[in-house]
């Protein structure tokens, strides 16, 4: 049959073996053909790759799969930008959960039912709609690229619910149970490093990495400017989450004496590990001087805790309990977001803002005293 071009649609013909074919100029003196059985198939598939030329798109690189792309994201993209930490995080999810699942489709074909039946498999199969939202973040993130470099025309991760995750409650160790923590670890290993952790709200990362020089103790400040992350199994100073992250922290008096007690104490395990210290200048280390195991430290914590009676914590439930302390002696959000290194007061308002129902009450008792005052 006669090649027909049709409307500068490109150029249509039927095939010797009857399918029927479009061939179409690109950008570059490249081209690219598409198939279809009937006439009217390929026509409507040269429409819609006309509307993808029309935003943009490019459409010669549409048999690139989404397994082929999230490899060369990861790597490409993906390695070079984020913390090391982040990239093992993203990395897992890829190669475990997206690619086997969405590998094989081509990155221009993946429609939003590919990544909801993803979810909806995950959550079926025991994953915490935290993870699963977590892994569609993570695609999301991808496609943005895929979409910025024209190579699909949408997100198709963004047109997808995520599943809703239910928050726990956190429930901090309040004022008087903090005392008797404080009171029954002061001669303990960790009693230094719970202190500080309760009085600054550093997460254990913070903790671990940070160093005696990163310290002031005539002025009682910290400076806040690495944090200690295990990667591959390897201890490594890795940066601050965001720039808010790297902050400096004015010390209560007993944290001073806590982080003086401390320097004491390494200073006699300096002296048992003769040989064997390692030098890495860490406030809180283990007896020869090497960073600490956050789940040595988690176990040793939670046995503190039984031992004296105390609800079962998280180390990191110790941040909670600084933002609640705080909350309750009347500091204000802004300040808190500061000193814990949010990057936005809506995060330090919702994790926190609930925390001390009795600062509701003095704010009613407040405002009494102004409409009282008017009266």
């Known amino acids: 049959m006669p090649t027909r071009r049709g409307h ?6 039927q095939r010797p073996d009857g399918t029927w ?5 690109l950008a570059g003196g490249r081209r690219k053909s598409l198939y279809a059985k009937t006439r009217r198939e390929v026509q409507d598939k040269l429409r819609a790759t006309q509307r993808d030329l029309d935003v943009g798109v490019d459409v010669g690189a549409r048999q690139q799969t989404v397994g082929q792309f999230l490899t060369r994201w990861l790597e490409d993209t993906a390695r070079p930008t984020i913390r090391p930490s982040t990239y093992a995080s993203y ?4 190669h475990h959960h997206l690619i086997p ?41 991808a496609l943005g690229y895929a979409v910025k470099w024209s190579l699909v025309s949408r997100n198709v991760a963004t047109l997808v619910d995520p599943p809703r995750a239910v928050q726990k409650p956190v429930q901090p160790l309040s004022a008087a149970q903090v005392r008797i923590l404080l009171d029954a670890t002061k001669d303990d290993r960790l009693g230094p490093l719970i202190h500080v952790a309760i009085a600054t709200g550093l997460r254990q990362g913070e903790l671990f990495g940070l160093r005696w020089r990163d310290t002031d103790l005539d002025t009682g400040t910290l400076h806040v400017r690495y944090a200690m992350q295990r990667i591959d199994g390897v201890p490594t100073f890795v940066e601050p989450k ?18 003086r007690t401390q320097r004491l104490r390494q200073i006699e395990d300096r002296l048992l590990a003769g040989s064997r210290w390692q030098d890495w200048d860490l406030v809180f280390a283990s007896g020869i001087g090497t960073p600490l195991d956050s789940r040595n430290v988690t176990t040793r914590f939670q046995r503190l805790l039984s031992k004296v009676g105390l609800p079962r914590q998280r180390f990191h439930d110790l941040r909670h309990c600084a933002a609640s302390l705080l909350l309750a002696g009347g500091v204000p959000p802004r300040t808190i977001m500061g000193l814990l290194g949010h990057s936005q007061i809506s995060l330090t308002m919702n994790t926190y803002a609930h925390l001390s129902p009795a600062l509701e009450r003095d704010a009613a008792d407040r405002m009494e005293t102004f409409l009282a005052k008017s009266s």
């Open 21 to 25: 074919e479009v061939r179409l100029s």
């Open 101 to 141: 699942a969405l590998g094989h489709y081509p990155l221009a074909k993946l429609t939003p039912q590919h990544v909801q039946k993803l979810l909806n498999d995950k959550q079926q199969a025991g994953l915490s709609p935290r993870t699963v939202a977590y892994m569609r973040a993570v695609l999301r993130r």
């Open 242 to 259: 965001t720039a808010l992250s790297r902050r400096t922290i004015p010390l209560p008096p007993s944290a001073v004496a806590a982080l």
């Open 8 to 13: 500068h649609e490109g150029t249509i013909r």
């Open 91 to 94: 990395a897992g999810h890829v």
